[in-house]
């Protein structure tokens, strides 16, 4: 039963920490933006359910922390509940300089500010956590030489040999094996052009990495193969370190790609291109975070990037309930003039909820089917 406990708890609390800090600076940036434009928050929580602890700060804002630590909200004056639909009734009922306040008495740019800055706050996190581990720990570099091809691999086909180096993809300069890794596993069946030095003589050989699914932490993913390894004798590594402004200069670009990987995945997605089956839920992020865990605080510390980078992402779909929800709202107002009805918009939010549900079931499911046989011992078991 001990046992149970501890290999439950190895998986469970780095997930809660993963999930608290995203959350966290996630609404951190409604509320800043928010009290900035002048709007009251009523409340500040971290988690939904029952309250464990809270304080009332000097503005009159309720900082909670609830027993379900799956999300957050903040509550600005005059919202009905924590997803900022306005208790219209509630609002004309107050006295004038009370329902100046309110979130729904601001004009529209002040709104679409204080919902955009969730997001923004997201990307705004991983751009510093990322800094942060390159400026503390640097990065170790595998020079991008081709050690050994495999048999009938797309670059067997192509024609490489062991001892290539590569020296760009596409005219992209590739200054280490992960950036080749990168560009290969992003661009399945689809045509590569890679200069090589080979003995001190530059090549052109165009190869086509091809579409295989593999393992993952977090199960099977599709990826491109172009079928050569790197051998990592001591002499191909080499340890970089850097400053303070090539960290943020490294955090930008490294956010960027992530930011083009997981648009590009939810792009896909939405027109039937992408496959639904590598969205994870709580049991799977849950999982990635033990992992990680496991492999120190610096690979900790880059799944909280990455998955803030997502959910920044996420957030900003224009699917009512989500923030991109709420400003399409906006805009829709600002080209018409007036705000949609109230009849409009709770249509609209109930859409979102049944969106938001079904890939909140489909992320479990995808969990289940991955984790097979452990989790449900571990579902039926809690």
């Known amino acids: 039963m001990l046992d149970a406990l501890y290999s439950t708890g190895l998986y469970v609390i780095p997930f809660i920490v993963v999930l608290t800090i995203v959350v966290f600076f996630h609404e951190l940036g409604h509320f800043w933006v928010g009290r900035r434009c002048g709007i009251k928050v009523d409340a500040f929580s971290i988690g939904f359910g029952p309250e464990l602890f809270a304080f009332v700060d000097r503005h009159g804002t309720r900082w909670r922390v609830a027993a379900l630590p799956l999300g957050g909200y903040v509550k600005f004056h005059g919202d009905a509940n924590g997803a900022s639909m306005t208790d219209d009734a509630a609002v004309e009922a107050m006295p004038a300089d009370e329902k100046a306040v309110t979130f729904a008495a601001q004009p529209i740019w002040k709104r679409a500010a204080t919902v955009a800055a969730g997001p923004i706050a997201n990307f705004i996190?991983?751009?510093?956590?990322?800094?942060?581990?390159?400026?503390?720990?640097?990065?170790?570099?595998?020079?991008?030489?081709?050690?050994?091809?495999?048999?009938?691999?797309?670059?067997?086909?192509?024609?490489?040999?062991?001892?290539?180096?590569?020296?760009?993809?596409?005219?992209?300069?590739?200054?280490?094996?992960?950036?080749?890794?990168?560009?290969?596993?992003?661009?399945?069946?689809?045509?590569?052009?890679?200069?090589?030095?080979?003995?001190?003589?530059?090549?052109?050989?165009?190869?086509?990495?091809?579409?295989?699914?593999?393992?993952?932490?977090?199960?099977?993913?599709?990826?491109?193969?172009?079928?050569?390894?790197?051998?990592?004798?001591?002499?191909?590594?080499?340890?970089?370190?850097?400053?303070?402004?090539?960290?943020?200069?490294?955090a930008t670009h490294e956010t960027?790609?992530?930011?083009?990987?997981?648009?590009?995945?939810?792009?896909?997605?939405?027109?039937?291109?992408?496959?639904?089956?590598?969205?994870?839920?709580?049991?799977?992020?849950?999982?990635?975070?033990?992992?990680?865990?496991?492999?120190?605080?610096?690979?900790?510390?880059n799944l909280v990037a990455i998955l803030s980078i997502s959910i920044g992402l996420l957030n900003l779909a224009p699917v009512p309930l989500l923030d991109g929800g709420h400003l399409m709202f906006y805009l829709i107002e600002a080209i018409r003039g007036r705000a949609l009805n109230e009849r409009a918009q709770e249509i609209g939010f109930r859409i979102g909820i049944a969106v938001v549900g079904g890939l909140m079931v489909l992320a479990t499911y995808n969990d289940i089917a991955r984790l097979g046989p452990p989790i449900l011992k571990w579902i039926l078991r809690g």
């Open 256 to 301: 960027w790609f992530v930011v083009r990987q997981t648009a590009g995945y939810l792009g896909g997605l939405a027109v039937g291109r992408e496959s639904p089956d590598q969205l994870s839920g709580p049991a799977g992020l849950a999982q990635v975070s033990g992992e990680m865990a496991k492999l120190g605080v610096a690979a900790l510390l």
């Open 125 to 250: 996190l991983a751009i510093v956590i990322f800094a942060g581990v390159f400026f503390t720990y640097g990065r170790s570099v595998l020079t991008p030489r081709v050690d050994s091809v495999a048999a009938g691999s797309a670059a067997e086909a192509a024609g490489f040999l062991p001892g290539d180096l590569v020296l760009s993809i596409d005219g992209q300069q590739i200054g280490s094996f992960n950036e080749l890794q990168r560009v290969v596993t992003t661009s399945p069946d689809k045509a590569l052009t890679f200069l090589v030095d080979r003995g001190g003589k530059g090549m052109t050989l165009t190869a086509t990495p091809r579409l295989k699914e593999v393992d993952s932490p977090i199960g099977k993913t599709r990826v491109g193969l172009l079928g050569v390894q790197a051998g990592g004798k001591p002499e191909d590594w080499r340890t970089e370190t850097y400053g303070l402004v090539d960290s943020l200069k490294l």
